[in-house]
């Protein structure tokens, strides 16, 4: 398996949210105390990191979205914030507040959370995970200029 392949794996595994603000707070101190484990620190959209984050840019970036959640996503729970394991995790999506479409439970085209923290180096998701059909619309559009 490749990179890709990997990364691609652990995406859609399996993950519980974080669904009450404390949960998430005991998430934010583990990702701290682990700091310096070799994060990825990746925005969807924008071109995935190269290698991982040092430490400061992930205390950093830990407590600037944590601040952004509790800002923008004004309920009395969190369940934006998914990791493959709560209490030992490698892999985090976090969820934009103000793109959440159907963040849980179940959709085809579920959409893209808006931050993934991994230790797994990450791909361009939203070029990889555009859907089958329209995968196979966009090439049957150039299929008489092969």
């Known amino acids: 398996m490749n990179e890709q392949d990997n990364f691609l794996k652990a995406f859609k595994g399996s993950f519980t949210s974080a669904l009450r603000w404390h949960q998430l707070d005991t998430l934010w101190q583990v990702l701290r105390d682990d700091a310096a484990g070799g994060w990825y620190v990746y925005a969807v959209g924008e071109p995935p990191p190269e290698v991982p984050s040092d430490e400061s840019r992930l205390l950093t970036f830990v407590e600037s979205i944590d601040e952004l959640l509790r800002r923008e996503h004004n309920e009395?729970?969190?369940?934006?914030?998914?990791?493959?394991?709560?209490?030992?995790?490698?892999?985090?999506?976090?969820?934009?507040p103000n793109n959440l479409g159907v963040s849980c439970g179940y959709s085809d085209n579920p959409p893209l959370?808006?931050?993934?923290?991994?230790?797994?180096?990450?791909?361009?998701?939203?070029?990889?995970?555009?859907?089958?059909?329209?995968?196979?619309?966009w090439h049957s559009l150039w299929k008489s200029e092969a």
């Open 113 to 137: 959370p808006g931050w993934v923290l991994s230790k797994i180096r990450p791909v361009d998701l939203p070029a990889v995970a555009m859907p089958n059909n329209r995968k196979r619309w």
């Open 76 to 96: 009395e729970y969190c369940g934006i914030v998914y990791a493959d394991d709560l209490q030992q995790p490698s892999f985090i999506k976090i969820y934009d």
